[in-house]
């Protein structure tokens, strides 16, 4: 009752934090003098094709870019009526991208969920990676599965990623006859989902994953080594050992449980930091995610392309940080009852 | 009868240094209690480690061997295989540790803790279901005194308090009824009152179970209450053992005599003392209340915490004034407002008057070269040694930042000033250049004295300034205060748990409880004739190293409750105190007339 209560809590908080990070989003996007259209207005202008500009002040008006800018962002969240009357994000209209001159919905559309399927299977792999090695390395401290850990540890952190993802490309294609680039074959682009469509998804997921995954993997081991090895010099681990239990039963059963509360916080973290981080290896892997979208709207100042992906980060973001906050209240009484250490 | 346990010649030590335990041995009889007495430093812990064979992956065990026999079988427990070793921790030896707070996992239910002893040892005579198992746990906690057994195995850790966890602790280790109980330290942590409390029970588990026990203290109070048998170490080697009678009662070795001499006693009085004249104040507290607004979470409303309430002390020019009581009586909290660290509430009034002047001001409402000039003149010597001086600063960088802050002389003035403090607090001068790592915990108290001094204050709060030290040290640091105050004039406000150490340094002791003062008089009155429940049961849990002066618990139990428990003169109407009242001149307590 009481885990629902902090739940519908933490949802409504959620909510205001995406609200005041759509102000943000906005605000930032529209910091730079100009917008999209008027720029192209402007160029059009300069070389005299009169006729583009007509289409392009129809689309000034059409998307209210003529209005001032608070209006403009009321109507873009869709609270209050536009030219087509209330048609925002509230109401799943995410307005137009003029650089690629199609609806976003359009353009995003399959990115969208390859992005959150790249960045899971990637989150999943740095926990599932992370989780034994770091145990590994703090519970065989000092010793030679410590430092090859270690080793390989810092050898992912200082690895360039798409360095890495060309050097796996090679050697994938070589010897086992991994896909090269991509997402998925090019026949099935475009294609309603099928066994082998899915099949296909996977195989070309291989690579991206672990590229992706790797250093965010080093970085988590590394944590996790140094939060055991705290726990492992306290007291209560000694009082276990003292009632006789078995090493392997101990370190599972005591500072694991402790060590855990770290790792799982990151979730919120690894989200964002890998949906940001992979833009670049998504050009050099040629994924179809929205990483390579998000780099082309802000660099032409695409606004309502770049405040959705932007607004769809932050929105992984916060979820991430729910999804921990949640967890560690079940994982841990002392949040859980609101206590603190004596 | 052949021994329990036999520790033969063993000697521990670390890389390629001299051994830090040396040639160490003594027997334990089934059902006896052996004390192993030392300072910090002295191997006793490591020694005790040894039998469990918990020592630190670094520690050698050099030579020597741990005989330990039960039902006719005999085994050494320092070349017993690791497995064999599993089944007899926590089974057959089981083990208290010092620190009760941070020795139980908090993530993990009291219950679950306990009762995994008895699954990991089920083939014993132990029970063979979980609710058996369930069973003899909440026996154990009834046994360790637990008022309601099932909700205790229902808590976490932090839910309890440092008392009821050390019980918990205690009933994790009787739980499989082993054939001997190691307790390290069990009670340096605890309040005297609660340590009072936990030794008694110690003892009646002890006559009950008929198990042995070996008790690691550095308190000989605690020795003359507790053991049969006295083992006294130092710097690894044993000094002197025998039966606590003869080493208690007529110690041979100097070591022992130098322990017995530096341990605190609270004196036998004939008369009591004459009141303290109140007439140069350096610091007057009137009506200093403080109430803290605890967040409760989420839309509940905070909760009122009342640290102090109505707390009036008043400290004359050159005098020390006592403040005693447990963790939680609000005692600490009346030191940080006295220095004005602290917003007591309103109606409060804390007035100093520093040497010199006629005109005593109100710490909380002084303008900017008032307060400057009151920081110089009060300064504070904290609780722990080792994270009060920062690690990366040598010593001559901290003890001249203060005249630094203050533009106090020139450098090479300041330099000259930090080395003569040193010189008075008993160190050389030669040693600024180090960093504190260098020192031992008392030199460290000298070090942190020293930079209080730095500017020639006319008040020191000394918030505990010896509980983390050992007695022999205790004892040098106590002395070095006193002598400062001969010297200097010095006023000490003087923050303590211990009224045996007090008893030594006041001039006046106010006992707090609950953050009201209960009894307040000069230390001998205190002693000749304590009024309130409460001090009665602190100078009855003081363990003295006399064997014919045993604690009396049924004193302790009396006083050291709630105040709901006390008899009808002392108890509180809802949350209101009684009055206080003077009863004899200079000596006041709090009671209804």
């Known amino acids: 009752m009481m885990f629902l209560k902090y739940a519908g809590y933490r949802l409504l908080t959620m909510l205001l934090t995406l609200w005041v990070v759509s102000i943000l989003v906005f605000a930032i996007i529209n910091l730079p003098p100009g917008d999209f259209l008027s720029n192209q207005i402007a160029e059009l202008r300069a070389t005299g094709q009169a006729e583009g500009v007509a289409k392009a002040e129809f689309l000034r008006t059409e998307y209210a870019l003529d209005r001032p800018l608070w209006m403009q962002y009321l109507i873009w969240i869709g609270a209050a009526p536009g030219p087509q009357g209330f048609s925002g994000m509230l109401q799943g209209d995410f307005g137009w991208s003029f650089e690629f001159d199609q609806p976003v919905s359009e353009i995003v559309g399959d990115a969208l969920w390859l992005t959150v399927l790249v960045n899971l299977a990637a989150v999943l792999f740095v926990y599932v990676v992370a989780l034994p090695l770091g145990v590994l390395a703090a519970a065989k401290s000092e010793t030679w599965v410590d430092y090859s850990a270690a080793f390989v540890g810092y050898l992912g952190l200082a690895t360039p990623n798409f360095l890495l993802a060309l050097i796996l490309f090679y050697y994938g294609q070589k010897y086992l006859g991994l896909p090269i680039g991509g997402l998925m074959a090019p026949e099935f682009e475009g294609e309603p989902m099928s066994p082998a469509k899915v099949q296909s998804i996977l195989i070309h997921l291989i690579v991206p994953t672990f590229v992706i995954g790797t250093s965010g993997a080093a970085a988590m081991m590394q944590r996790l080594r140094a939060n055991m090895l705290d726990e492992l010099s306290k007291p209560y681990v000694e009082t276990a050992k003292a009632k006789g239990m078995a090493p392997a039963r101990l370190l599972a059963k005591y500072p694991l449980r402790m060590a855990f509360n770290p790792f799982v916080a990151d979730i919120g973290n690894l989200l964002p930091a890998m949906v940001s981080g992979s833009v670049l290896v998504s050009v050099v892997l040629g994924l179809q995610t929205i990483g390579p979208a998000l780099l082309t709207a802000l660099k032409s100042q695409d606004q309502f392309l770049a405040g959705f992906v932007l607004m769809f980060v932050a929105l992984l973001t916060l979820i991430g940080t729910m999804i921990s906050d949640l967890l560690l209240v079940l994982l841990d009484p002392r949040i859980r009852y609101g206590a603190r250490e004596g | 009868m052949t021994p329990l346990l036999e520790v033969a010649d063993l000697s521990i030590g670390f890389g390629s240094a001299p051994p830090v335990v040396q040639g160490v041995s003594f027997s334990v009889m089934p059902g006896e209690t052996l004390a192993l007495v030392g300072e910090s430093g002295s191997g006793k812990t490591l020694t005790c480690r040894s039998v469990l064979r918990i020592l630190p992956g670094s520690a050698q065990l050099r030579s020597g061997s741990i005989r330990f026999g039960r039902e006719n079988k005999v085994q050494d427990l320092l070349t017993l295989p690791e497995r064999q070793m599993r089944a007899i921790r926590g089974n057959h030896i089981s083990m208290i540790f010092q620190e009760p707070m941070r020795s139980l996992s908090p993530l993990h239910r009291i219950g679950n803790q306990v009762s995994e002893v008895l699954k990991l040892h089920r083939s014993k005579s132990g029970p063979k279901s979980s609710s058996d198992a369930r069973k003899q746990v909440l026996e154990t906690f009834e046994q360790v005194g637990f008022a309601d057994p099932e909700r205790v195995f229902r808590a976490y850790p932090f839910e309890l308090s440092g008392g009821m966890r050390q019980r918990a602790m205690i009933a994790m280790a009787m739980v499989a009824k082993p054939d001997l109980l190691i307790a390290d330290e069990p009670t340096t942590a605890l309040d005297v009152t609660t340590q009072a409390q936990v030794l008694g029970l110690i003892k009646d588990l002890q006559r009950a179970t008929g198990m042995a026990v070996i008790l690691v203290t550095h308190d000989l109070g605690v020795v003359a209450n507790m053991a049969e048998k006295v083992v006294v170490m130092h710097k690894g080697s044993v000094m002197e053992s025998g039966p606590a009678a003869s080493v208690l009662g007529a110690p041979k070795h100097g070591y022992t005599r130098k322990l017995f001499a530096a341990a605190p006693m609270i004196p036998t009085v004939a008369a009591p003392a004459a009141p303290v004249q109140h007439d140069d104040l350096i610091l007057d507290m009137q009506h200093v209340s403080k109430t803290y607004q605890v967040r409760a979470g989420g839309w509940k409303a905070p909760i009122k915490v009342h640290a102090c309430v109505d707390v009036n002390l008043s400290l004359p020019r050159g005098r020390t004034l006592a403040v005693v009581g447990e963790s939680g009586s609000g005692k600490t909290t009346c030191a940080r407002i006295a220095l004005g660290a602290e917003q007591p509430d309103a109606g409060s009034r804390v007035l100093f008057r520093g040497r010199g002047t006629d005109e005593a001001l109100p710490v909380h409402a002084m303008d900017r070269a008032q307060r400057t000039k009151f920081q110089r003149s009060a300064q504070m010597v904290f609780q722990d040694p080792y994270s009060s001086l920062s690690p990366r600063m040598r010593i001559q960088a901290a003890l001249t930042e203060p005249m630094e802050i203050h533009g106090l002389g020139t450098r090479a003035e300041r330099r000259e000033?930090?080395?003569?403090?040193?010189?008075?607090?008993?160190?050389?001068?030669?040693?600024?250049?180090?960093?504190?790592?260098?020192?031992?915990?008392?030199?460290?108290?000298?070090?942190?004295?020293?930079?209080?001094?730095?500017?020639?204050?006319?008040?020191?709060?000394?918030?505990?300034?010896?509980?983390?030290?050992?007695?022999?040290?205790?004892?040098?640091?106590?002395?070095?205060?006193?002598?400062?105050?001969q010297r200097t004039g010095l006023s000490y406000l003087f923050i303590s748990h211990d009224l045996a150490v007090v008893s030594r340094i006041a001039d006046e002791v106010a006992v707090m409880r609950q953050g009201v003062i209960v009894e307040q008089a000069p230390p001998d009155t205190l002693f000749y004739s304590p009024q309130h429940p409460y001090t009665q049961a602190l100078i009855a849990a003081q363990p003295e190293p006399d064997l014919s002066r045993p604690i009396d618990l049924a004193l302790v139990a009396k006083g050291a409750g709630a105040p709901a428990t006390w008899p009808e003169m002392f108890r509180f109407v809802g949350t209101d105190a009684p009055a206080l009242v003077e009863v004899n001149p200079g000596h006041q307590v709090r009671c209804h007339v």
């Open chain 2, 417 to 485: 000033k930090a080395a003569e403090m040193l010189r008075w607090v008993g160190l050389s001068p030669d040693m600024l250049g180090r960093f504190p790592h260098a020192f031992s915990g008392g030199q460290r108290q000298r070090l942190s004295i020293a930079r209080a001094l730095t500017l020639d204050p006319q008040l020191l709060v000394c918030d505990e300034p010896t509980s983390a030290l050992d007695v022999s040290v205790q004892d040098q640091i106590l002395t070095l205060l006193e002598d400062l105050q």
